[in-house]
């Protein structure tokens, strides 16, 4: 998994797909968007970006 921030965004790549969230704060982030067809994030996903101080917004 891998982590990039860039443009007040935070993209996670998970197993080839990007996820895509909004910085709404100085550590929260809201789900903005995928590279995949489905728009559920993975547990995976959301569990290192809490593990890494996040808040994250799921909606």
């Known amino acids: ?10 993209v996670v790549d998970y197993d080839g797909t990007d996820y895509t969230f909004e910085v709404v704060g100085d550590d929260e982030l809201e789900y903005a968007d995928t ?10 996903v959301l569990e290192a970006l809490e593990t890494r101080g996040y808040i994250v917004h799921r909606e």
């Open 1 to 10: 998994m891998e982590l990039t921030i860039e443009n007040a965004q935070v």
């Open 35 to 44: 590279s995949a067809p489905e728009a559920t994030v993975p547990d995976a």
